[in-house]
């Protein structure tokens, strides 16, 4: 099942972060931070230009995806959705339909006037598995992303 978060989310999806974290490339740039992360899985739940959604098997939270509402870059009369983060609990990896994640979430930046939604994919974490399932589900690759320790 996907819902909306809760606060009664936040120390699961904090501990599902974190693991996530771990596997990414800015975790060699700077370390996880559990006050700065509650404080934006907080906001995310309770900012109306947010979107967080947990998934649940069996009434245990195993994944989030959250994101924020912007203006879009050229027309401020749009608006788009940046994706911050979208992880599933290593145990759970399979076990879940990560595409009825991806289509909540879709329906609720629909919801909030969303005209475009912007989707990540970090090139060293199932990279082409993720780009298969943006493909299916109707997104193209725009713009890559470089990051740079300075």
């Known amino acids: 099942m996907i819902r909306p978060a809760t606060m009664e989310d936040i120390d699961t999806l904090l501990d599902l972060a974190e693991e996530f974290y771990a596997l990414t490339d800015m975790a060699d740039i700077y370390s996880f931070n559990r006050k700065s992360t509650r404080f934006l899985l907080k906001a995310f739940i ?3 230009d947010a979107v967080l959604l947990v998934a649940e098997i069996e009434g245990c939270v195993i ?3 959250g994101g924020q509402l912007m203006p879009a870059t050229y027309n401020f009369d749009k608006k788009m959705m940046f994706e911050n983060f979208w992880f599933i ?6 076990k879940c339909n990560p595409l009825k994640m991806l289509k909540a979430f879709e329906k609720a930046s629909k919801d909030l006037g969303a005209c475009m939604i912007l989707m990540g994919a970090y090139h060293h974490l199932k990279f082409n598995a993720l780009t298969a399932l943006y493909g299916k589900a109707g997104y193209s690759p725009t713009e890559t992303i470089f990051i740079k320790e300075i």
């Not at 609990?89 to 399979?94: H, I, L, M």
């Open 46 to 48: 309770e900012t109306p």
């Open 63 to 65: 994944g989030g995806i």
């Open 89 to 94: 609990g290593n145990d759970y990896r399979g």
